[in-house]
């Protein structure tokens, strides 16, 4: 079970912690919403996400019950782009091809 936390980001109090943190943050509104979405975070960075990206935040919201995914904070997105990586990197080392869905530039 140790395992499955660590590869989903914590335990549902953890999960739970973060979704409280990102309301505050949320309300807080101004400043942080801009430092969020300058540093690639937001809604409008959501929408330039490639189909793998958003395959990843789909398990998460709906299979790992982490909440809703369409307004990360740019750390969340930074690492579902690591996921996504992982994900085409072990794809090509099974296959010898590359992942069929072409990975979008973030910036």
Do not use: C
């Not at 398990?59 to 740019?74: C, I, T, W």
């Not at 690492?79 to 992982?86: A, H, L, N």
């Amino acid at each position: 079970m140790d395992f499955v936390n660590k590869l989903t980001g914590g335990s549902k109090n953890e999960q739970e912690n973060k979704t409280q943190e990102n309301s505050q943050q949320q309300s807080s509104g101004g400043v942080m919403d801009k430092l969020n979405t300058l540093a690639g975070g937001g809604k409008e960075s959501e929408k330039n996400e490639d189909a793998l990206d958003k395959g990843v935040d789909w398990v998460q919201e709906h299979v790992l019950g982490q909440g809703d995914q369409s307004n990360e904070s740019a750390a969340e997105q930074a690492k579902d782009e690591q996921i996504s990586d992982f994900i085409r990197d072990q794809y090509k080392k099974t296959t010898g091809s590359d992942f069929p869905v072409k990975d979008k530039d973030r910036f």
